[in-house]
């Protein structure tokens, strides 16, 4: 019952500025509504406009992956120090603590494999049961150029009114067909297509004059890692990643298939939040590896509200 005793009056505030409110931290995403904006943030942290998501979807077209065999062993030690995981719906329910908590941009497209036609692939996962799962955002590869491209594209199209509708935003990922060249002519084709089409966010592979991609897309870029490197390369690749404008990386292969996962992805995140140069990001995975030798583990997860200027 509405209670009347002690009522307060509202106190005058005329003469207060009222602050706040009007900015956000992503490129594109200003006038998007609360729902979409708290979901993204929650993905892509305010404290430096950078994430690092874990991808670990890659069963969905290639059943058990070298490293995700097992998921959950794969996935108890990462999620501490994932700013998001990026996976199915499958491994969600039946891999993932509900308690864990990460945000999870879970994977709508599938009904491929490696033995047919790779760009066969559709939406597959109702935004009901994203809602069910309270994901954060909805990934959906699209496939410019490859052989079935209006169909990918057709069903992305339907998956951004959908996500409107839900206020849940939707990540493309500009997946390559097999004939298709990885520079950065076909990538901003690719990615400025998908911000065209409604993308929040995209997901891309690192390329020559990767600052063409990042500096034509209106919205957020992430770095899709690719195959494994040496763990050196594959910092240098996500630092320069970020210093040509993207807003993070979606890794997968370059971290769980590390020797040291952990340390790896220990030493992203340095990369990604920090600014490390990757040849001090490196140490951090080399310290982690010499000490989970020892059956120990080093730093813990740093905060990114102490971001290094
Ligand atoms: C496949 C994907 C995967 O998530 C992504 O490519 C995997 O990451 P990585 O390449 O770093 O292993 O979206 O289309």
């Known amino acids: 019952m509405a209670d009347l005793e002690g009522l307060a009056e509202a106190r005058d505030v005329k003469t207060k500025k009222v602050e706040g409110g009007a900015h956000f931290h992503l490129r594109g995403s200003a006038h998007l509504d609360w729902g979409m904006k708290n979901r993204l943030a929650r993905i892509i942290k305010p404290d430096t406009g950078r994430t690092v998501m874990l991808a670990v979807d890659h069963g969905y077209f290639q059943g058990p992956t070298s490293g995700l065999e097992v998921m959950e062993s794969t996935l108890e030690p990462l999620i501490p120090y994932a700013d998001c995981l990026m996976l199915t719906r499958g491994i969600l329910r039946s891999s993932v603590p509900p308690g864990a908590q990460v945000p999870i941009v879970l994977r709508v497209s599938g009904g491929n494999s490696v033995l047919s036609e790779l760009s066969n692939e559709t939406w597959n996962v109702s935004v009901e049961d994203c809602i069910r799962l309270n ?4 990934a959906m590869s699209i496939y410019v150029g490859a052989p ?11 998956l951004i009114d959908a996500g409107y509708e839900a206020g849940i935003p939707v990540l493309a990922v500009t ?8 520079d950065s002519r076909y990538l901003s084709l690719a990615t400025r297509m998908a911000a065209e089409m409604g993308a929040n966010f995209v997901k891309t592979y690192y390329c020559e004059n990767f ?4 500096g034509t897309c209106p919205v957020p870029i992430v770095m899709a890692g ?31 298939q590390s020797d040291c996962p952990i340390g790896m992805i220990k030493a992203v995140r340095a990369v990604v939040h920090y600014d490390e140069k990757p040849q001090s990001a490196i140490k951090i ?5 010499t000490a989970s030798k020892r059956g120990a583990t080093t730093a813990k997860k740093p905060s990114p509200s102490t971001k290094k200027k």
């Open 135 to 138: 994901v954060s955002g909805m």
């Open 148 to 158: 079935y491209e209006h169909q990918t594209l057709a069903a992305f199209s339907d």
């Open 175 to 182: 997946a390559i067909g097999r004939d298709m060249v990885r």
């Open 211 to 214: 600052e063409r991609v990042t």
């Open 226 to 256: 690719g195959k494994k490197l040496p763990e050196i390369e594959a910092l240098t690749m996500a630092h320069n990643a970020v210093t040509e404008g993207a807003t993070g990386v979606d890794m997968g292969r370059n971290i769980f």
């Open 285 to 289: 995975y080399r310290d982690e590896k």
